[in-house]
């Protein structure tokens, strides 16, 4: 069955630090896998996504995901972190097509910045 | 217009009450999902519409009704909820449902509290 593991409940960093969130992925098939982030009390708001090509994924507010399918691993990256990215991130991993089709969510990671 | 707009934001019902939430979307998508969210957990699937018509029920309680009027509204249906039921309670859309390749997009969620 597919899951879908971020092995960091709570990350913190410093203002302008860069930042690294892990997610690790199980999965049959080629993943479609996809980082989200929510702030308080709000909807989840599509940062990146991959289903094929380049594994090296850019997204919106500066962040990046590597697709690793020797480690299956989908890790979310920025070079240099803001105090408006304090949020909670939550990875994804999507199955291709169908009607059962469904997102299955990591546990998510919740990320602090210092000033 | 690129949003799933969720109405209301902020729901206190009691036990004995009738409700219910809406969303609504104008982007074309024909799959619509309700999810259900607690603090600090990730989003739980309830409900799948694909044109319109229920393709997936995560054994959900029947005191949860969905409804699909029309391509663009989703409707859930409250009644005799209990105050576990207390979250935060998401609508997304995609294209369709084998859209693992185009990801979701979320509204912002109603918080429900049963008290």
């Known amino acids: 069955a597919q899951s879908v593991t971020q092995p960091d409940i709570h990350i913190t960093v410093s203002e302008g630090a860069s930042l690294e969130l892990r997610c690790n992925y199980s999965y049959g098939a080629t993943p479609y896998l996809f980082w989200y982030v929510q702030s308080p009390g709000q909807g989840l708001q599509l940062l990146l996504k991959y289903f094929s090509g380049d594994t090296l994924v850019q997204g919106i507010k500066g962040f990046e995901a590597e697709f690793k399918r020797s480690q299956s691993s989908f890790n979310l990256r920025k070079p240099s972190v803001h105090w408006s990215d304090a949020a909670e991130y939550f990875c994804?991993?999507?199955?291709?097509?169908?009607?059962?089709?469904?997102?299955?969510f990591g546990t998510g990671t919740l990320l602090a910045v210092q000033p | 217009d690129t949003e799933v707009t969720q109405t209301p934001k902020h729901l206190v019902m009691g036990m004995t009450n009738k409700k219910s939430l809406k969303c609504e979307q104008h982007?074309?998508?024909?799959?619509m999902y309700w999810y259900k969210q607690k603090a600090k957990k990730p989003p739980e699937l309830m409900f799948v519409?694909?044109?319109?018509?229920?393709?997936i029920n995560e054994s959900v309680p029947s005191r949860f009704s969905p409804e699909c009027p029309n391509s663009s509204l989703l409707n859930l249906h409250l009644h005799a909820l209990q105050p576990e039921d207390s979250a935060l309670y998401l609508c997304?859309?995609?294209?369709?449902?084998?859209?693992?390749?185009?990801?979701?997009?979320f509204g912002s969620g109603t918080r429900l509290t049963v008290v």
């Open positions: 997304a859309s995609s294209r369709t449902t084998g859209s693992g390749s185009y990801g979701y997009t």
């Open positions: 994804a991993v999507g199955p291709y097509g169908g009607a059962t089709n469904k997102l299955i």
């Open positions: 982007m074309g998508h024909r799959a």
């Open positions: 519409y694909s044109y319109e018509k229920l393709s």
